[in-house]
């Protein structure tokens, strides 16, 4: 017989333009393909609700079209990864183990781990990259040094990238003799047990071939506008891919080749800002939990479960700001635009930690990427890299004019709370002027 080939399935969920699928296939010999459930593993940042209502449909999704394969998805509970993984090539007869990288500090660590001792086992233990147009470690800049200001990272990647086109899903997938036992779906308990997804199920299509949908609408009815109108959160002027994209369930290359005609866009360009993100959470992995700029950990930040429950609940009286968090409790999702505008918001005008903004979104956004999130809330917080300067503060009033000017977007949102706050929770200019007078404590000499 000849031994099989375990495909480890993890934030790569598709079967199209998938490296180390492609390279087991290619191999000739069966090939196992599995999913660790293993949150133990990631620390404070592993998956929250949203997300692992996401994943749950996401793996529905790929088990089916594995199905339609003649495969299997292989499902198991685990707290250790590399035992379960120990486990499923004794009970396989199994001589290789590939994968698709992720790039999250605890994961990076643990994956490491893996390979040397499958390596030190006489396994072969190969990652492919399957998430980025670019690896972290392969573009630096002038100084030999990674970036940490986006435009002249991002003019380097597009004037060097010179990406083979998308990998085309296997015809066949070969299947071994016997599989190896699996875990039911369900048993997971990735659903939460309250059903209050009921808003993110109407939105969303999670799987590989909605996320194509996805992108062909939006290649045919929006991306032409999207300069001007990806700043309207009343529109659906954006691509809304972030979620698929996170899952893996499309890959940046397919639309660096499917959106060819758009790389010089802005849109493309967004696509930029996901891989310097990438980019800054492998150079500075700390960032996770502490600023960039470290000047930043003696910024004098409040302490206020009211005020930060309020902004949680969409109950600030500051429309703009209540708007777009109940966007975000009930699609999972919120509007770029608005999500500047809320962090701003809780960072200066209330001025509580950045990390209990990136807390909230982690546990309700259906994109919540450590990346993504950390270099989000670290630019609004003005500690990050290329981060909006910290005196510079939203005014969600004048924000909710300029991009909202209809209050469609508003009124969609809070248009029929009959409690709605009558007057917000801080004064706007007063908290202002706080701001900034907290931020000038870190400008002088201590
Ligand atoms: C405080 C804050 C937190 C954020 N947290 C996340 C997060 O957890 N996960 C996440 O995917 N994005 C995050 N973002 C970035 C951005 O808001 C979303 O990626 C975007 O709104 C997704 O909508 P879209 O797919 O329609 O974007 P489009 O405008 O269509 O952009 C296309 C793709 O580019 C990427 N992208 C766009 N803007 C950014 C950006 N500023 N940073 C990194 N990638 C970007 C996304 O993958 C997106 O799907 C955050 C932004 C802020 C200000």
Request: charged share 25%; proline share 7%.
């Amino acid at each position: 017989m000849t031994a099989p080939i375990i495909l480890w399935f993890r934030q790569d969920l598709r079967l199209a333009d998938h490296a180390a699928l492609t390279a087991a296939v290619e191999k000739g010999v069966p090939i196992i393909p599995v999913f660790l459930w293993c949150p133990e593993e990631e620390g404070e940042w592993a998956p929250g609700a949203a997300t692992r209502w996401w994943l749950y449909q996401s793996l529905g999704s790929l088990e089916r079209a594995l199905s339609e394969k003649g495969s299997r998805l292989v499902i198991r509970r685990t707290k250790d990864s590399a035992a379960e993984l120990r486990k499923l090539i004794k009970e396989s007869g199994a001589t290789a183990v590939y994968w698709s990288r992720r790039y999250e500090p605890l994961i990076i660590a643990r994956d490491q781990l893996i390979k040397q001792n499958l390596r030190d086992a006489g396994i072969e233990a190969r990652s492919f990259n399957a998430a980025l147009l670019v690896e972290p470690w392969d573009i630096q800049n002038n100084s030999g040094k990674p970036f940490q200001v986006f435009t002249p990272y991002w003019r380097k990647v597009s004037a060097t990238l010179d990406l083979p086109k998308p990998l085309a899903t296997p015809a066949r997938i070969p299947t071994p003799p016997t599989w190896p036992v699996s875990t039911e779906l369900d048993a997971l308990k990735l659903l939460p047990k309250i059903h209050w997804y009921s808003g993110m199920q109407e939105a969303w299509r999670p799987g590989e071939r909605g996320a194509m949908q996805h992108l062909g609408r939006f290649l045919d009815d929006s991306v032409a506008n999207y300069g001007e109108t990806r700043n309207l959160p009343a529109q659906t002027g954006t691509s809304r891919l972030s979620p698929h994209l996170h899952f893996g369930e499309i890959s940046p290359r397919q639309i660096w080749h499917t959106a060819a005609k758009w790389r010089g866009s802005q849109f493309m360009a967004e696509i930029g800002w996901r891989e310097f993100a990438h980019h800054l959470l492998y150079h500075f992995p700390r960032t996770t939990n502490e600023p960039l700029r470290l000047e930043y950990q003696k910024f004098p930040w409040r302490d206020d479960v009211k005020q930060l429950q309020a902004w949680q609940r969409g109950r600030t009286g500051v429309p703009l700001v209540d708007a777009g968090m109940r966007e975000l409790w009930h699609t999972g999702w919120m509007h770029n635009r608005v999500r500047m505008v809320v962090a701003s918001f809780l960072v200066k005008n209330l001025r509580l930690h950045w990390l209990e903004g990136a807390r909230w979104f982690w546990d309700t956004l259906v994109d919540a990427d450590l990346a993504s999130n950390t270099l989000g809330w670290q630019w609004a917080a003005g500690c990050g890299a290329d981060a909006a300067p910290y005196f510079r503060v939203f005014n969600p009033e004048s924000q909710a004019e300029k991009f909202d000017p209809q209050s469609e977007y508003i009124q969609r949102w809070i248009g029929g709370d009959k409690n709605y706050p009558a007057s917000p929770i801080v004064d706007l200019k007063e908290s202002r002027a706080a701001a900034i007078a907290a931020w000038q404590t870190l400008r002088k000499p201590s």
